[in-house]
């Protein structure tokens, strides 16, 4: 039995989940790409598919990558629940002969998990039969993103991208693929819409312990309204979003209809001269808030959320930099 621990507390069931899909269950296997990749997506409520001035686009919808004219890197670097969870994230955008690609890669690392063992693996833990320490390990899962957006007429756009996912734990690893396409529709400068198929073909993941996991299929949809607030010369962005999945997640989505379960996200962004300000919900865990400064091609963004469940709250910082 392996069981995880920090300062002799049961880590939270979210974490405990990551080393459940290292035997086989498949319901988190894409959690670690799939939440708060980068500071300004987390701010505002995490489904963010029609608005990006970095490479960030690179993961969240290679459909926008033409409507980015600067070549960029973003690197970004979160901790979750109070630090046991460290996630990081790099992406590069450029252009490639008539089409806008872009690599990415996201890393997250959960150190010092505690092996545990009954003193006679027969019989249940008692006072007589205790749980022992037996050494510690760490919970290591990556995955690389090959991405490029074309424009399809003057309103659309459209995405494609391969993903190559690995994990490691303890002595065993897992390797798998996986496909995502997605779509850009300008309705007008000041209201477009994005939508996302992500995993379509699901995606694979292979153990070496003979066991097998499987990341569902899902789509995201977004929309986002600008608009401009003349007097205090600032402009706006509105933001909603909504995750449909097929992995069983009823106790988190707002709702589930049939083997569906639904997440809704909304997020509000102010923005005057480089300096921007930002808040968001999202119906999967709570709301976050975050702040950003754009000066010289350098891009600073920050993102907060709060405790949410007892699980420790989540800090993310994003760098970019974008050149002609």
Same mark, same amino acid.
């Given at each position: 039995m392996k069981d995880l621990y920090k300062n002799k507390k049961i880590i939270p069931a979210v974490i405990v989940s990551l080393i459940f899909s290292a035997f086989g269950s498949g319901k988190y296997a894409g959690e670690f790409i799939s939440s708060g990749i980068d500071a300004r997506s987390l701010s505002l409520g995490n489904i963010i598919l029609t608005s990006f001035d970095t490479p960030?686009? !690179?993961y969240f919808n290679p459909a926008f990558l033409p409507e980015i004219e600067m070549n960029g890197v973003t690197v970004s670097h979160g901790e979750r629940f109070e630090g046991i969870v460290q996630q990081e994230f790099?992406?590069? =955008?450029? =252009?490639?002969?008539?089409a806008d690609v872009g690599a990415a890669l996201i890393w997250l690392n959960v150190d010092g998990i505690?092996?545990? =063992?009954?003193?006679n693996e027969e019989e249940d833990v008692s006072p007589e039969n205790p749980i022992?320490?037996?050494?510690t !390990?760490?919970?290591?899962?990556?995955?690389?993103?090959?991405?490029?957006?074309?424009?399809?007429n003057e309103k659309m756009n459209w995405g494609a991208g391969v993903k190559f996912l690995y994990k490691?734990?303890?002595e065993e690893s897992a390797a798998g693929l996986g496909f995502d396409l997605s779509g850009l529709y300008k309705h007008n400068p000041n209201l477009s819409m994005g939508l996302k198929l992500q995993d379509i073909t699901t995606s694979a993941l292979f153990w070496t312990t003979g066991t097998n996991e499987f990341v569902s299929p899902s789509a995201l949809f977004n929309a986002e309204y600008n608009g401009r607030l003349d007097y205090f010369l600032t402009d706006y962005k509105i933001i909603g979003g909504t995750k449909i999945r097929t992995e069983n997640y009823k106790e988190y989505a707002l709702t589930s209809i049939g083997f569906m379960d639904i997440v809704l996200s909304a997020g509000i962004e102010l923005k005057? =001269?480089?300096?921007?300000?930002?808040?968001?919900?999202? %119906?999967?865990d709570t709301w976050s808030a975050g %702040?950003?400064?754009?000066?010289?091609?350098?891009?600073l963004d920050y993102a907060f959320r709060p405790d949410f469940e007892d699980l420790g709250n989540t800090h993310k910082a994003s760098l970019s930099y974008m050149w002609k």
């Open positions: 960030a686009a !690179v790099i992406a590069y =955008k450029t =252009k490639y002969m008539n505690t092996l545990t =063992k009954l003193e022992l320490r037996d050494g !390990v760490s919970d290591n899962e990556f995955a690389f993103f090959l991405t490029l957006g074309k424009r399809y490691t734990f303890e005057y =001269k480089m300096i921007s300000l930002r808040g968001g919900y999202n %119906s999967d %702040s950003g400064i754009s000066l010289m091609g350098f891009i």
